[in-house]
């Protein structure tokens, strides 16, 4: 299984992006797929969760209401995120698990990571 993670750029303040993480190999729908997002000198932190089939979404009080987790029930899972302020600013990961977890020990496979700059 691999994970492919884009979508990232810089945006100003207030606007948005739509990050896209390709996984290829089969799918199961038991999947956890989560977003987190690594800021620079900062831990890397919990963004957003979902089950492959779309049931049991779960946000960071800090994105809550502005991010918004889907999957295409296809092979990609998205994370569309409104509002954006420059605290968003940060690496952002997609990953794999197979429990329900916000934990990234968790997830054993990880997208290699796109940019999100917010500008103020």
């Known amino acids: 299984v691999q994970l492919q993670a884009s979508g990232g750029g810089l945006v100003q303040a207030g606007g948005s992006l739509r990050l896209s993480c390709v996984v290829s190999?089969?799918?199961?729908?038991?999947?956890?797929m989560g977003w987190f997002r690594q800021a620079p000198g900062k831990d890397r932190e919990f963004v957003a969760l979902?089950?492959?089939?779309?049931?049991?979404t779960g946000y960071a009080d800090s994105v809550k209401g502005r991010f918004t987790i889907s999957t295409n029930n296809g092979n990609t899972v998205y994370l569309q995120m409104n509002s954006l302020k420059p605290e968003d600013t940060a690496v952002y990961y997609c990953?794999?698990?197979?429990?329900?977890?916000?934990?990234?020990?968790?997830?054993?496979?990880w997208g290699q990571g796109t940019q999100v700059t917010v500008s103020s």
């Open positions: 190999g089969r799918i199961f729908s038991s999947w956890v």
């Open positions: 990953a794999r698990a197979t429990s329900y977890s916000t934990f990234s020990s968790d997830y054993d496979r």
């Open positions: 979902s089950r492959w089939n779309g049931r049991g």
